[in-house]
């Protein structure tokens, strides 16, 4: 089974300070994503990567960046979090091939206090 | 890019059919639907995808009509388990990696004893 872990579950941090969330995959895939999710407003795609070093902006980059060192490692970096960016993160995975299902780790639930 | 229309909440019986349909009147010959659920505090799940023809795998079943306008995800014998929120997804077209998978607001499945 594909397994995607999160560095955390539940994140506290105050307004101005740099936040790294963590993802890692453990299937080899090339495809790495980040969500966030908001009542209301579903799933937004805010970066994504397909391969090591590439990344692309989605829909809501800003405010936000990402690194990826290490094909199975992809970092979603808040330089300055402001609480607006208090949130659920998701990240997700894909494969290449004909099938495209993507799956999703646990998520981090992060409050900017 | 196509876009979906879910009912936004339904009720099922422990132990029925759960049909959940979806609209996706827009949705090119290429495109793919794709179902996912996400359960409370947990990452979206992938659960089924298919193009034209009727699915089947172990969690469902997906009924896509002749014109491709609409589908239906059936969960043969919901359990309590099955409460959760279910997606609808057309699939972008494939663009030099990039699988983006656009979330709506989707369905919230209620699974009563």
């Known amino acids: 089974d594909v397994k995607?872990?999160?560095?955390s579950r539940y994140l506290v941090k105050?307004?101005?300070e740099k936040v790294f969330l963590e993802c890692v995959q453990d299937m080899d895939h090339e495809n790495m994503f980040?969500?966030?999710?908001?009542?209301g407003l579903g799933l937004r795609l805010i970066y994504f990567s397909y391969d090591v070093k590439m990344k692309e902006k989605g829909d809501i980059p800003e405010g936000y960046s990402v690194s990826r060192e290490k094909k199975e490692r992809f970092s979603l970096i808040l330089e300055s979090a402001s609480t607006n960016q208090t949130s659920m993160y998701l990240c997700a995975t894909l494969g290449s091939g004909s099938s495209y299902e993507q799956y999703f780790g646990p998520g981090t639930r992060l409050t900017v206090t | 890019d196509a876009k979906t229309t879910q009912p936004p909440s339904m009720d099922c019986a422990e132990g029925r059919a759960a049909n959940l349909p979806c609209n996706h009147s827009t949705i090119s010959g290429n495109e793919y639907v794709y179902w996912y659920r996400q359960i409370h505090s947990q990452g979206p799940q992938y659960i089924i995808h298919g193009l034209k023809n009727n699915e089947t795998n172990e969690m469902a079943s997906l009924i896509i009509t002749e014109d491709r306008k609409s589908s239906t995800l059936i969960l043969p014998h919901a359990t309590l388990r099955d409460t959760a929120v279910y997606y609808c997804i057309v699939r972008e077209g494939?663009?030099?990696?990039?699988n983006k998978l656009i979330f709506g607001a989707g369905t919230r499945l209620a699974v009563h004893p």
């Open chain 1, 4 to 7: 995607v872990t999160q560095s």
């Open chain 2, 94 to 98: 494939f663009s030099g990696g990039y």
């Open chain 1, 34 to 39: 980040w969500y966030r999710q908001d009542p």
């Open chain 1, 14 to 16: 105050r307004t101005g």
